[in-house]
């Protein structure tokens, strides 16, 4: 911080990265929380020698800044204060004849940063220094495994504790959209353990939760669940009634990821065009941007925090908000880019089945929302949580509250072999896995089941749906016209 810069800051009241403290004579006694506040946050500037008249400053010097200074180090030092040692920088202001010293405190890679004991952890809060609460202090300490857990391994587990539903599902998405995916022919067994969901017949957590059975899911990580509300207004306040959706709880992270993206398709552009396989949703579409941030959430969220993730969708945006911060400098979020999951076994499970951009490029893509819709695209954070909000124009369908039986609507001049969008999406996910039942797309959909019923009889009945086998044992082929 030049002189000039730090006299530009004395024009303002203080910042949340800036602190000015009088200490005409001695260190003040409650420097020791700011430093803890500035340490557990984004660091910032501790001003000697400036005081605070209303909401104006004024230079009032220090007396002895050689002493003030030593002390200032000897005690970050002796590690007597402070629960780990923290780099600090200092640098000395002649402004009106008088002696002004700042100390850089930067934001330390170890949290939490506390002054004698763990009750006087301190952050950074607008311009003030307050206490963390347990929450805080606890996800600081899971900060410290950042990018690790998810490989970790389970004791006393196998591939059994495995959603076979699950994993076959996830298996053909693959095999049908990654055909030269290595391990596409391996083994149950060998995939696991090829993949990272299993390590020496253990299960890693990353494994557990995108593939788990429920119970065995929960058992293991206790506050698992992820939440989709679709609420009619701007605010929970305002909206009546509170919601006109809430999806089910599901099996793994693989359930709720299918279920979730099937029903954000109602709520954005998300054109299907045609290819060699046959339809595939848009690489270009709002779906695409938004699927992005979905799986940002399902990835990056801390699953060991009391808090669970959640979508929410308003008339005007739309939000993933998730356990658990970004470990990267938001200020800087569209001009870098950025590969830091926190749970790295999820992110490259998402990736070998292409729902997932190479490292560093998924912001890009949920910055696309920008240029297909003029609307913004915010990120928030603090040390609980993490928030990505896709605002949406005030015009259009998309405002309108989406039933949860959603009707057909069929476009004009459509060719005879080409399904409606609805019918078009089932092909999709009956490619992906032959083996699911009516019942299972009725879930999938949320809708009811005499909906779906009707949906394969017509798709039956255009020659683009052929049952193989009995109703139970048996599977469907997708025909390519």
Known sequence: ???????????????????????????????????????????????????????????????????????????????????????????????????????????????????????????????????????????????????????????????????????????????????????????????????????????????????????????????????????????????????????????????????????????????????????????NSELYALREGLVNMLAHADYFSPMHSTVRVFTNRIEFQNAGRFMFDLSDIKKQMHSMPRNPELIKLFRFAKLSENAGYGIDKMLTWEKLTQNSVEFTSDLVCSTVTYFRGTSASKQKNVPENVPENVPENVPENVPEKPKREILELLKDNPYMTMSDLAKRYVVDIKTIKRDIESLKQRGLLIRIGPDKGGYWRVVEK
């Open 1 to 283: 911080m030049t002189k000039n810069e730090l006299l530009e800051k004395l024009k303002d009241i203080e910042w949340d990265d800036f602190e000015v403290k009088e200490a005409a004579a001695e260190l003040p006694k409650n420097i020791w929380e700011t430093v803890s506040a500035f340490s557990n946050t984004s660091g910032g500037w501790i001003v000697l020698g400036v005081k605070q008249v209303g909401k104006k400053f004024e230079i009032s010097g220090v007396k002895n800044g050689e002493k003030i200074e030593s002390d200032f180090f000897n005690v970050l030092n002796a590690k007597q204060k402070l629960n780990h040692q923290i780099s600090v920088s200092a640098k000395k202001y002649k402004i009106q004849e008088k002696l002004v010293i700042a100390f850089f405190v930067p934001s330390s890679l170890i949290k939490p940063i506390y002054v004698n004991s763990l009750q006087n952890t301190f952050l950074r809060s607008g311009s003030g220094d307050r206490r963390a609460s347990e929450i805080e202090i606890n996800a600081m300490f899971r900060d410290q495994a950042f990018g690790t857990k998810s490989e970790q391994v389970i004791d006393g587990s196998s591939i059994k504790m495995l959603n076979q539903h699950s994993l076959r599902a996830y298996r053909n998405r693959i095999a049908n959209v990654n055909p030269s995916f290595p391990y596409n022919e391996l083994s149950t067994k060998d995939f696991c353990e090829k993949t990272g969901i299993t390590r020496k017949g253990l299960l890693t957590y990353g494994g557990l939760l995108m593939l788990g059975k429920r119970d065995e899911v929960q058992l293991h990580i206790s506050n698992f669940w992820i939440d989709m509300l679709e609420i009619p207004g701007i605010s929970l306040g305002e909206a009546e009634p509170r919601y006109t959706f809430r999806m089910p709880e599901q099996e793994n992270i693989w359930e709720y990821y299918n279920v979730l993206i099937q029903r954000l398709r109602l709520h954005v552009d998300a054109p299907f065009t045609a290819g060699p396989n046959g339809f595939a949703p848009d690489d």
